[in-house]
C-alpha cells in the first residue's frame, strides 16, 4: 500500500471513530510530494467538508516559520544574531532590556514571557499595541541566563524585529515576501481575510472534553482569527506548513550552514526545566529539537497546543505537518506518524544534555 493511501485511510478512521472532525495530513520527501490527505469536517455540524486548502488554527505552529524570516535576514547581511535590540528597537532599551541582543529571542533565552495586559479584546489583538507595551516591560530574569518556552511572546517578538529591519510595519506582508512566497506557503496567514470562507473551527472532543475553553474561544472568534501574531493565531493548511520544510530540507530558504547552527542545542546546564521525553523543552535558535541523542537537530520545528504540527527529519528528507480541529485527546498524530514510519521526540527521559 504507497503512503498517500495509507494516511488517507488513517485520517478516515479517524473521523468514522469520532476521534477527529476535521484533519489534513501532508508529506514531503526530498522536496517532493508524497502525501496530501485530509477527511472531515470544518466543525460538528458537518456542513462543510475539509479539503487540501481548508485552514485551522495550528497556534505556535507558527512560531518556526516566523523564525526562519529572522534567519534569512541574516543571510541577507540585513541582520546579525548579535545585533543588539536597541540598535532596531530604540524604545525597547530600557528596564534591563538593554543588553538584549537577537539570538536570546531566538533562542528563548530573552526572559519576555508574558505578554502585557490589554483592557480589551481589540487591543489585546492588536499587534502594535502589544510590541509597545512590551516595549516597556522588565524582563523575568537577565537576558541570556536561562531558556524557557515563550508560548505568547514568541511571535510578537520576532515579528517586530523583521519588521523594524524590513521598515514595514506590516508583518503579514513581511513574512509574505521573506518566507511565505519563496517557499510556496500560499496557504499560512498571519491573519486570515474576513472573507476567508475555508477555515476549521475548534470542537469539543466527541465526549465533550477539550484542552482549555480560553484557547478555543479565543481562536473561534474572527478578531483573533484575522489577528497578526506568530505566537498563536496562526491559520494554515497541513500543505503549507510541510512546504516551508521542504523549502529547508532543499535549501531554497536557508543554507545548509545557518541550519546546522540553527538546530544546535542552545540549552545550558543550569537551565531550570528537566528534559522529559515527549514534551518539547529543547530549543535551538527559533525551533524546537527532538532527533535522536547525539543528533537532537536531525529533527526540528514546532507544533502547536491543538496538536497540530510541522517537523523536518534531515536525515530521511521527510517533511510533515498535520493539522486538525478537535481540541482534544485522542489525537491523529500518533497513526499518522506510524503509517509513514517517523519517529520524533527521541531523546531520553534524563535531564542530562545531549550531545
Keep these: 500500500m504507497d503512503l498517500q493511501k495509507k494516511v488517507q485511510d488513517v485520517l478516515e478512521q479517524a473521523v468514522d471513530e469520532g476521534r477527529e472532525c476535521g484533519c489534513q495530513a501532508a508529506l514531503y520527501i526530498n522536496g517532493e510530494l508524497a502525501v496530501n490527505a485530509y477527511a472531515g469536517y470544518t466543525d460538528w455540524t458537518k456542513t462543510q467538508a475539509v479539503d487540501e486548502n481548508t485552514v485551522f488554527p495550528v497556534f505556535s505552529t507558527g512560531k518556526a516559520p516566523s523564525s526562519t524570516v529572522l534567519h534569512r535576514l541574516v543571510e541577507q547581511g540585513r541582520l546579525s544574531y548579535d545585533t543588539y535590540l536597541r540598535d532596531i528597537w530604540p524604545e525597547f532599551a530600557c528596564n534591563g532590556k538593554e543588553e538584549m541582543q537577537v539570538w536570546h529571542v531566538l533562542s528563548y533565552r530573552c526572559g519576555m514571557r508574558q505578554l502585557p495586559q490589554a483592557p480589551t479584546p481589540e487591543l489585546a489583538a492588536d499587534r502594535s499595541y502589544i510590541v509597545s507595551k512590551m516595549a516597556e516591560m522588565a524582563p523575568e530574569c537577565v537576558p541570556g ?211
Excluded at 188 to 211: C, K, M, P, W
Excluded at 221 to 226: K, S, T, V, W
Excluded at 255 to 279: C, F, V, Y
Design 145 to 355: 541566563t536561562e531558556q524557557k518556552y515563550h508560548p505568547r511572546t514568541y511571535g510578537q517578538l520576532t515579528s517586530e524585529i523583521a519588521c523594524r529591519v524590513v521598515g514595514d510595519n506590516d508583518y503579514f506582508k513581511v513574512f509574505r515576501d521573506i518566507v511565505a512566497t519563496p517557499a510556496g506557503m500560499d496557504r499560512f496567514f498571519y491573519g486570515i481575510s474576513a472573507e476567508e470562507n475555508n477555515a476549521a473551527y475548534l470542537v469539543d472532543g466527541s465526549d465533550g472534553s477539550n484542552y482549555g475553553s480560553d484557547y478555543m474561544g479565543m481562536m473561534n472568534n474572527p478578531l483573533f482569527r484575522q489577528s497578526c501574531n506568530p505566537s498563536t493565531c496562526t491559520m494554515s493548511n497541513a500543505l503549507s506548513v510541510a512546504r516551508h520544510y521542504a523549502a529547508l530540507d532543499t535549501y531554497k530558504l536557508l543554507s545548509k550552514e545557518t541550519i546546522d547552527n540553527a538546530t544546535k542545542s542552545w540549552r545550558s546546564e543550569d537551565d531550570p526545566m528537566p528534559l522529559q521525553k515527549g514534551r518539547w523543552e529543547l530549543f535551538g535558535l527559533g525551533y524546537v529539537l527532538s532527533g535522536p541523542t547525539g543528533n537532537v537537530g536531525q529533527i526540528f520545528g514546532h507544533g502547536g497546543v491543538g496538536g497540530s504540527e510541522g517537523l523536518l527529519d534531515r536525515a530521511k528528507h521527510y517533511a510533515v505537518a498535520i493539522t486538525r480541529n478537535v481540541f482534544a485527546n485522542p489525537n491523529v498524530m500518533t497513526d499518522f506518524y506510524a503509517a509513514i514510519d517517523f519517529k520524533n521526540r527521541d531523546w531520553p527521559d534524563t535531564a542530562e544534555i545531549p550531545d
